[in-house]
């Protein structure tokens, strides 16, 4: 009992001057603030309670992003299978509920409704990261450079694939191709070479012939790929919710028409979901292109930090998970911000810490939360193992 | 690779997204973010339109036939709709109109967002009792809309037409077309549809959560011009009731022929005339039986009631679109051009006498083809012994053999004078082209010439399959050519493969009479605005004069009189009354096929020594156009020289 506390204080001792990565937290809270403000601003003429749901959630979210912080990231490769498993239950179990707006995704839970997808996402990633990771073997360093196997390949592939492939079924196209692009960026950076990407591409290639050859896309995701070239496409659904986000992103201009300004579209739902996956568009309308670039400056931030942690990560496994997160979190805003200015399809990816939703806001404060214990564990204590 | 390279290669990947994602934001809030505003400015005002009531149509006395009236009607603006309250919107209107819940909610959805549409005009009653529970159905209105009154029925209904909704065609042809406003579809409602429609009135308003925030003041509707018609109402009911007096006299004359044994195939039901100035070119009356009454298509038609119209040919107006073989009616052109021309008689054939330009009219023409042989061409229905008769007295009698040899004379000499020189006579007044009557689908009609028969001989070798024009025997390739002499013979008696409209036949006549200004013929005399004042004076452009001496001219319209007092008519207009010596025309029956009965025509022209009308009819497959047609335009021309109209009774059977 005495050798388990000197061993404590020890640690303590030597991690006393690893703090919270508080650039990580900073940017966390300013993005979570202005996207409660921008919920309010987007649903204040409707009479909903959005942005009092959200803030339950922000709050939530952060005691999970406090909690995960403080749990050393190495142990959840003793939990992983356990983890999945669950995972893998509630993706499954999602089908066994009633559709909402054409779509199980959700588990009705009174108070809100779970989507064990955001979950899947950090199982995901976590689970890649110690599949990829070096396991604890002498023969390999931990940080060192690093090859993976074809069958590593093939494994990665099979981690994503099962739950890539029942979250399509749901249907959330949007979401499986999440996955696809964490899958890829970690394989890069766990050590593929250009031939095994290549490959993993062609995969992807094939993946896409057999949806398009069997007609497995159903025809509102076709549309809503469509609709990026001609307008006209769907008018009173798809289309017209990305020429309504257009406009008003359109008349934002530099500077914006002005938070909770009259008239707006954002202000009056002629944008649907403009509190949800179209936040972006109240941001870009009320406060402009510098609102809009000072909202994507703060993602910068937050990916900058993210490949920091990385690269500080005091093994691999921590490393891993790190980026997989930065490929996350890089991905929805590249998709969802790029889907309100026209760029790419409505594919229905939020906008991390701003949308609406509460799986998805406190399974993003997880990952950041895991990745701030990457953080903090990143200095070696004395004695403890180097190359796990 | 190093791992720090790695990382490094993803976070440039991922400065290259975010600087896609700034450029992109750039170009469409600064670059383009002026244009996108105004745009989006003009987006979110709302137009509502209010129709205009459509212009009046007159006769040429000022006697209203069409007019407009208001009638209230249900419209739903979405805008004022939450979309919670949709179904038990849809579901109260429906019940309230008494209409199918789906059906509603079809038109609902159509609308679109922010979308404002009528939903059923309806009577005062209903109107009433909806306006009691308005302050209970949000986005409902009672709104007057203009509707079409025809006060005439089915008189005129050709020249007037009616209205429809515009199909994809009318859509793709004229822009701004609004769907669900009806349109003219036939007649001067469809020729003069822009003038009549008006301008829509508009009132432009911004709305937020179903309240008005900005309004534009709303501009009124401009209703459209009324239209006054050339045609006389009164005038139209007599010829109407003529047509279909004539049809009844044709079958009952059928009865008789089948009842003595004789070959019958069809009853007759089809006719129609035309009455035009031929000083003016302006179309006094036009009628086609069958006809329709247009306030079907107001009140909504049944497809039953619509096929069997059409298919009975009730919505072709057959005076303009009919094609019938001008027959005996065209003697008079090829007499026109036999005198003014100087078209010689054939020499050396029996029965023929060119220096006296007479011809023995004995029901047969015995002549030689190019090889020596012998060619008969025998009248079936001329009296065989006429005896020798020069120009007048044949058109008088209308004797076959004499026309035929003038066809004979110009087809042995077209070489010296040209072989199209009867073609193009009757194509100056006005035979094989449309008129350019302010009526849409108007026939053009066929002259037939010898570059026609070949451009359809090839066409019919190179399309096997599709029905003939020609006679196989035509396409014989040892043939000189597919167009006989006997085709131009033909022509000269308005047969073969000779078609033309009443109003191509009234047209010629007109010119014939007046001394050759073929003139655009015109149902409308003029536009008016809503206050009367004129817009535009409605006047026939002259399209051609053709050249025609006074003697001419006189010695045509003193034979036409002798028709109606000694020849092929006279049985038909003896009891005319005072003024017959005024009076003239022409009897005409249409030979068909074997298995049609003639088509019976005639084509008058009154008073000879100042022509002010031209009256021509046709009964289709009516029998002889003395027995049949000839009393029909008598009836009419009687009306016309203020005398009292007699009863329709059969004249000779003629030509």
């Known amino acids: 009992m005495t050798a388990v506390l000197t061993r404590l204080r020890e640690v303590a001792v030597v991690r006393r001057n690893n703090r919270t990565d508080w650039i990580l937290l900073g940017t966390l809270l300013?993005?979570?603030?202005?996207?409660?403000?921008?919920?309010?601003?987007?649903?204040?003429?409707?009479?909903?309670?959005?942005?009092?749901?959200?803030?339950?959630?922000?709050?939530?979210?952060?005691?999970?992003?406090?909690?995960?912080?403080?749990?050393?990231?190495?142990?959840?490769?003793?939990?992983?299978?356990?983890?999945?498993?669950?995972?893998l239950i509630l993706l499954v179990a999602v089908f066994f509920f009633p559709e909402i707006n054409g779509a199980q995704r959700w588990i009705p839970l009174g108070f809100f409704n779970l989507q064990p997808a955001e979950l899947a996402k950090v199982v995901v990633i976590v689970a890649l990261a110690s599949l990829l990771a070096p396991q604890a073997s002498r023969d390999e360093l931990a940080l060192g450079p690093r090859t993976l196997s074809w069958g590593k390949i093939a494994q990665a592939l099979l981690v994503v694939l099962i739950p890539g492939v029942l979250i399509?079924?749901?249907?959330?196209?949007?979401?499986?191709?999440?996955?696809?692009?964490?899958?890829?960026?970690?394989?890069?950076?766990?050590?593929?070479?250009?031939?095994?990407?290549?490959?993993?591409?062609?995969?992807?290639?094939?993946g896409a012939l057999i949806v398009w050859r069997f007609d497995l896309l159903q025809e509102h995701q076709l549309d809503r790929l469509a609709v990026l070239w001609d307008e006209t496409i769907d008018p009173q659904g798809i289309g017209y919710q990305l020429r309504q986000s257009k406009s008003a992103i359109g008349s934002g201009q530099l500077t914006g028409r002005g938070l909770f300004a009259e008239d707006t579209f954002t202000g009056f739902q002629y944008v649907p979901e403009a509190e949800n996956d179209f936040i972006f568009t109240a941001v870009a309308e009320q406060l402009g292109f510098v609102g809009g670039i000072l909202v994507m400056v703060a993602f910068v931030i937050l990916v900058w930090r993210l490949l920091v942690i990385a690269s500080n990560a005091r093994d691999r496994f921590g490393a891993l998970i790190a980026s997989g997160i930065a490929c996350m979190i890089a991905f929805h805003v590249f998709v969802n911000i790029g889907m309100t200015i026209g760029i790419m399809p409505v594919t229905g990816i939020p906008l991390p810490f701003m949308s609406q939703g509460g799986s998805f806001y406190m399974s993003m404060t997880l990952a950041l939360g895991i990745a701030n214990s990457v953080w903090l564990m990143r200095t070696p204590v004395p004695g403890e193992n180097q190359l796990t | 690779m190093k791992f720090a390279v790695r990382l490094s290669i993803l976070g440039m990947a991922f400065i290259a997204m975010f600087a896609i994602l700034g450029l992109r934001l750039w170009f469409v809030q600064v670059a383009q973010g002026p244009d996108i505003a105004q745009a989006a400015e003009d987006q979110t005002w709302l137009i509502k339109t209010t129709h205009a009531s459509r212009g009046d149509i007159y006769d040429r006395n000022g006697v209203p036939l069409v007019t407009s009236r208001l009638v209230p009607a249900v419209f739903i603006d979405r805008t004022f709709v939450q979309p919670e309250d949709r179904d038990i919107l849809i579901q109260r209107i429906s019940s309230l109109l008494a209409m199918e819940p789906s059906d509603l909610q079809l038109l609902y959805d159509e609308a679109g967002t922010n979308g404002r549409f009528q939903v059923a005009t309806v009577n005062t009653t209903a109107a009433y009792q909806i306006s009691e529970q308005l302050a209970t159905l949000p986005g409902v209105e009672i709104v007057n809309v203009p509707e079409r009154v025809y006060l005439s029925g089915d008189t005129m209904a050709h020249v007037i037409g009616h209205l429809g909704l515009p199909d994809q065609a009318d859509l793709d042809e004229r822009e701004g077309l609004d769907p669900t406003v009806r349109i003219g579809k036939l007649g001067v409602e469809k020729y003069y549809d822009e003038v009549l429609q008006g301008t829509s009135g508009t009132y432009e308003y911004r709305v937020r959560r179903g309240e008005i925030i900005d309004e534009q003041p709303a501009v009124p509707p401009v209703p459209g011009s009324s239209i006054i018609l050339t045609t006389d109402s009164e005038l139209q009911t007599v010829v109407e009731l003529a047509l279909e007096e004539g049809i009844r006299l044709s079958n009952e004359v059928k009865d008789q022929d089948r009842a003595a044994g004789e070959d019958v195939f069809s009853e007759t039901s089809r006719a129609a005339a035309v009455v035009l100035d031929p000083q003016t070119f302006e179309v006094l009356a036009m009628a086609s039986v069958p006809d329709f009454d247009p306030q079907l298509f107001v009140t909504g038609i049944d497809s039953e009631t619509f096929s069997a119209l059409n298919e009975s040919f009730a919505f072709n107006n057959l005076a303009v679109s009919g094609l019938y073989p001008p027959a005996s009616t065209f003697k008079a052109i090829t007499y026109s051009a036999f005198l003014e021309k100087g078209l010689p008689l054939p020499a050396d054939?029996?029965?023929?006498?060119?220096?006296?330009?007479?011809?023995?009219?004995?029901?047969?023409?015995?002549?030689?083809?190019?090889?020596?042989?012998?060619e008969v061409k025998t009248d079936w229905y001329a009296p065989s012994e006429l005896g020798w008769l020069d120009l007048h007295g044949a058109l008088e009698n209308s004797c076959n053999k004499y026309f035929w040899s003038v066809g004979l004379g110009a087809w042995?000499?077209?070489?010296?004078?040209?072989?199209?020189?009867?073609?193009?006579?009757?194509?100056?007044?006005?035979?094989?082209?449309?008129?350019?009557?302010?009526?849409?689908?108007?026939?053009?009609?066929?002259?037939?010439?010898?570059?026609?028969?070949?451009?359809?001989?090839?066409?019919?070798r190179e399309n096997p399959d599709e029905p003939p024009r020609l006679d196989p025997g035509r396409l014989n390739p040892e043939l000189a050519s597919p167009f006989f002499g006997?085709?131009?013979?033909?022509?000269?008696?308005?047969?073969?493969?000779?078609?033309?409209?009443?109003?191509?036949?009234?047209?010629?006549?007109?010119?014939?009479?007046n001394g050759g200004e073929v003139m655009e013929p015109r149902v409308v005399d003029r536009v008016i605005g809503p206050d009367g004042e004129l817009i535009e004076d409605v006047t026939s452009p002259v399209v051609r004069t053709v050249d025609i001496s006074e003697a001419t001219r006189r010695d045509l319209l003193t034979d036409l009189n002798k028709v109606?007092?000694?020849?092929?008519?006279?049985?038909?207009?003896?009891?005319?009354?005072?003024?017959?010596?005024?009076?003239?025309?022409?009897?005409?029956?249409?030979?068909?096929?074997?298995?049609?009965?003639?088509?019976?025509?005639?084509?008058?022209?009154?008073?000879?020594?100042?022509?002010?009308?031209?009256?021509?009819?046709?009964?289709?497959?009516?029998?002889?156009?003395?027995?049949?047609?000839?009393?029909?335009?008598?009836?009419?021309?009687?009306?016309?020289?203020?005398?009292?109209?007699?009863?329709i009774l059969a004249g000779d059977p003629t030509d």
Request: with cysteine; aromatic share 10%.
């Open chain 1, 30 to 87: 300013a993005l979570s603030g202005f996207g409660l403000l921008m919920i309010y601003s987007a649903t204040r003429n409707v009479g909903t309670f959005s942005m009092e749901r959200q803030m339950i959630f922000v709050a939530a979210g952060l005691i999970i992003f406090a909690v995960a912080s403080n749990i050393d990231y190495r142990e959840y490769r003793s939990i992983l299978p356990a983890a999945s498993l669950i995972t």
């Open chain 1, 168 to 206: 399509f079924l749901e249907p959330d196209l949007g979401t499986s191709l999440v996955f696809g692009f964490i899958l890829f960026g970690m394989l890069f950076v766990g050590g593929a070479n250009w031939r095994q990407l290549t490959a993993l591409l062609s995969v992807v290639g094939l």
């Open chain 2, 349 to 374: 054939t029996d029965g023929i006498d060119p220096a006296n330009r007479e011809v023995n009219c004995d029901g047969q023409l015995i002549f030689e083809l190019n090889d020596g042989s012998a």
């Open chain 2, 412 to 460: 042995q000499a077209r070489e010296q004078i040209g072989e199209n020189v009867l073609q193009d006579w009757a194509k100056e007044l006005g035979y094989g082209s449309a008129t350019g009557i302010d009526l849409a689908n108007e026939a053009p009609g066929i002259v037939p010439t010898r570059e026609l028969f070949e451009e359809w001989a090839e066409y019919q």
């Open chain 2, 486 to 513: 006997g085709d131009l013979m033909d022509f000269a008696i308005g047969q073969g493969a000779f078609t033309a409209t009443p109003l191509q036949a009234a047209v010629s006549y007109a010119a014939l009479a």
């Open chain 2, 564 to 647: 109606v007092t000694t020849g092929t008519a006279a049985a038909a207009f003896e009891d005319f009354g005072p003024g017959l010596e005024m009076v003239g025309g022409k009897t005409g029956t249409g030979e068909t096929t074997a298995t049609r009965d003639n088509h019976a025509w005639f084509v008058g022209v009154a008073p000879i020594d100042n022509p002010q009308y031209v009256v021509a009819v046709i009964i289709e497959e009516g029998g002889s156009g003395g027995a049949i047609a000839a009393p029909v335009a008598r009836h009419i021309l009687q009306y016309l020289m203020n005398n009292e109209p007699t009863p």
